[in-house]
């Protein structure tokens, strides 16, 4: 089975190496826009024993909204492109968000009511290829009162074979393990200590609504676990070092498939040439929903409906 892409096991940078990386790229293109790539990424820079909850100023209106009571789910509907075998392939991405209590025993749904109160945000893609059609379904849970990252599930079938990550963040550890059907790549599992500026760059979508759009601009530092939407294992052995910064670009109009909208725009630069692109809407009635996204593995949503409904019936 050939692989599709080469990022899922690409290095995740520390600060150190994306300046020298920046700086090689330097004697290949335009010094100008490096330094400035350069300066972007250390200027805001804060020293690990300083790292601080970056999501602590993040608003709450949204998440807080009676509407995650009414017994449906957020259904966004996106128009959808993925890069598999070097070839732009269209089809139709699903995400689904509601409110639910999580058992810190089970780390799945309380069957009684009680727990801790989570987003569970659901995201779904088939994507149609020549021979057959690639499944992923990637199931965040975020802390509803923190915006912690707490657990990632992420299951992937074609017709090669199955593959399956779990990440599960409690009590100060980040338990992990993945199952790969490609060779020499099988069972792998471990554990690490992550920062109090952790996230899942897959709830991104979710976490980053509550950006606060109408305040001065804010830079956020991260320590990201990269995107799991890969039949690869991706292997979190570099997250101690890593770092992502989060900067906030305006306001802008889109001419989505929905309609024209008005969007705030945040871009998340991982590396000098690595930026994730996420377009939320400015109505505080959409709930600032994810309408428009550029990132990892080629993707790209464009929203196309935005309703409730009950998508477990």
């Not at 150190?16 to 300066?39: D, F, G, H, W």
């Not at 963040?169 to 993945?178: E, V, Y």
């Not at 069972?187 to 001065?216: N, Q, V």
């Not at 900067?247 to 994730?276: C, F, M, N, T």
């Amino acid at each position: 089975m050939q692989s599709y892409t080469g990022r899922c096991l690409m290095s995740f940078p520390d600060r150190e190496s994306v300046k020298q990386r920046a700086y090689n790229l330097s004697m290949k293109t335009n010094p100008l826009i490096v330094c400035l790539a350069v300066m972007l990424l250390s200027s805001h820079a804060v020293s690990q024993e300083q790292a601080v909850d970056p999501f602590e100023g993040f608003t709450r209106d949204w998440r807080d909204s009676p509407v995650w009571y009414d017994g449906l789910a957020e259904c966004a509907v996106y128009d959808a492109a993925r890069t598999v075998y070097g070839k732009e392939q269209h089809y139709t991405a699903r995400i689904f968000t509601n409110k639910e209590k999580a058992s810190t025993d089970t780390f799945t749904k309380s069957d009684d009511g009680t727990g801790r109160e989570v987003f569970k945000h659901h995201i779904r893609d088939d994507i149609p290829t020549k021979n057959y059609t690639y499944h992923y379904s990637t199931m965040n849970y975020v802390g509803a009162d923190d915006l912690k990252s707490l657990k990632l599930d992420m299951g992937s079938q074609e017709d090669c074979g199955v593959t399956f990550k779990q990440y599960i963040n409690h009590a100060g550890t980040l338990r992990w393990r993945q199952h790969s059907y490609f060779p020499n790549e099988g069972e792998r599992s471990g554990e690490i200590a992550p920062r109090p500026s952790f996230a899942f760059a897959d709830a991104l979508a979710l976490i980053l609504r509550g950006y606060p759009f109408d305040s001065p601009p804010k830079t956020l530092e991260l320590q990201l676990l990269r995107g799991q939407r890969d039949v690869h294992l991706t292997l979190p052995d570099e997250l101690g070092s890593g770092v992502a910064i989060v900067q906030y670009r305006g306001e802008e109009s889109l001419d989505l498939p929905i309609g024209k909208l008005q969007a705030h725009h945040l871009v998340l630069h991982v590396a000098p040439d690595w930026q994730e692109h996420y377009w939320f809407a400015s109505d505080p009635d959409r709930l600032h929903v994810l309408v428009q996204y550029q990132g990892s593995y080629g993707i790209n949503y464009r929203l196309k409906e935005l309703n409730r409904c009950a998508y477990w019936r």
